[in-house]
């Protein structure tokens, strides 16, 4: 197996994990729709992976695991994982989006660079990658992420994943919840 499968089975346990996709447009629905990377961590270690091969099963044989699942829009992640891999995540634990709303309700304040900067201080990570990902039409439309170099994208996609693991963790002390 490659590296990613190899290391994809390697550390979770009960721990909630991070789960990130970077994809080539919004909606799966187009027929030529992909995952161009994904991005998994523990709060401790992060593993950021092109989408092909056997990181692929990995990535299922994980998603379908007991292990708790920690995201930023929970309707993204399910929707591209029932479309690509044709099956739902197993044992949701946070969305850190849903958080932000219960956390304060105002519009516009929900993403997770926005989060990341006023609950714990990060500045913004995304700059060299943000030209690459909007796209010119609708949520079916082709972004242009196949064009950033890999290295600057899996970077940015590690990134989001510990972000939102320390996001949801943060998201949850305030709320008093046990994660």
């Not at 995540?89 to 219960?102: E, F, I, K, M």
Request: with cysteine; aromatic share 8%.
């Amino acid at each position: 197996p490659d590296k990613a499968a190899k290391l994809l089975a390697g550390p979770w346990g009960v721990r909630p994990v991070a789960v990130d996709y970077e994809t080539d447009r919004l909606k799966p629905d187009h027929p030529d729709s992909r995952i161009v990377c994904c991005a998994v961590s523990d709060g401790v270690v992060t593993l950021a992976y092109p989408w092909h091969g056997s990181a692929i099963a990995a990535t299922k044989e994980l998603l379908a695991s007991r292990v708790p699942k920690i995201v930023a829009n929970l309707k993204f992640e399910q929707r591209w994982t029932l479309a690509k891999l044709s099956i739902p995540v197993r044992n949701w634990a946070w969305d850190t989006v849903l958080a932000a709303h219960a956390l304060d309700n105002r519009g516009g304040v929900t993403g997770v660079e926005f989060q990341a900067f006023v609950l714990l201080g990060q500045e913004p990570w995304d700059a060299a990658v943000a030209p690459y990902l909007t796209s010119r039409g609708g949520g079916n439309s082709a972004n242009r992420i196949r064009e950033c170099p890999l290295p600057k994208l899996l970077e940015y996609n590690g990134m989001d994943a510990i972000v939102e693991w320390h996001l949801a963790h943060e998201q949850a002390r305030r709320l008093g919840v046990k994660l």
